[in-house]
């Protein structure tokens, strides 16, 4: 079946640091790939996606890119701030998955003045 | 902006109580999502709805679960009789075009505890 596993949390850093959050899946088939973030007291919100292999979903200054051959969906932003403390989530869906996404665990983002 | 509204915000239960948790879906969406996040675990697909039937469901989703879409506007989600394990935040969500192609909107979610 699919899965996907994240880095657990929480990752904490300094504003302006470099973010990495790294997820990886399995999935047959040709999987979508989603990252959804969590701000304090909301609801998930889409952040970026990718449909195919080579492609990079961009959003917010995060960026990500669909990674076929290492089954990654790695979550990177270049200088992160202070408004970006959420969790985040790594999720997939495919056609053998009907209309289902799956979720990682959720990694938090703790970013320090 | 539009959003997807839940209530209760937090609901505390009896062990072998009936509990219904409702959602709000914006109002042009098409497709009609439950997720749960037990705490600490991962968020999990529990069932979703289309054209007012269930479309695909998760072995979560058992007989003590049903989904109703009453009114046009409301999607329900209704536990028969709940159990200590089934105390967790429940996402509702939905979407215009499928989970594939569109985007999901979440709500804040419903605490659910179970005593």
């Known amino acids: 079946g699919n899965s996907v596993t994240q880095m657990e949390g929480p990752v904490t850093l300094s504003e302006e640091a470099f973010l990495t959050i790294n997820c990886t899946y399995t999935a047959t088939g040709y999987p979508s790939l989603f990252w959804y973030v969590q701000y304090p007291g909301e609801g998930l919100q889409l952040l970026l996606k990718?449909?195919?292999?080579?492609d990079k979903g961009s959003n917010k200054g995060f960026e990500a890119t669909y990674r076929k051959e290492t089954t990654s969906f790695h979550l990177e932003k270049g200088s992160v701030q202070v408004s970006d403390s959420a969790v985040y989530f790594c999720a997939l869906t495919n056609n053998n998955a009907g209309n289902m996404l799956t979720f990682g665990g959720g990694t938090r983002l703790m970013v320090k003045p | 902006e539009p959003e997807v509204t839940q209530t209760p915000s937090h609901q505390v239960t009896q062990m072998g109580q009936e509990v219904i948790l409702r959602c709000v879906p914006i109002s042009n969406h098409l497709y009609f999502y439950w997720y749960r996040q037990i705490l600490g675990q991962k968020v999990e697909f529990l069932v979703s709805f289309y054209n007012n039937e269930i479309s695909e469901k998760s072995e979560i989703f058992d007989d003590q679960f049903s989904v109703e879409r009453p009114d046009g506007s409301n999607f329900t989600l209704k536990i028969r009789s709940t159990k200590l394990e089934d105390s967790a935040m429940y996402f509702c969500?939905?979407?215009?075009?499928?989970?594939?192609?569109?985007?999901?909107?979440f709500g804040e979610g419903s605490r659910l505890t179970v005593l």
């Open positions: 990718a449909t195919k292999a080579d």
């Open positions: 969500a939905s979407s215009f075009s499928g989970v594939d192609t569109g985007e999901l909107f």
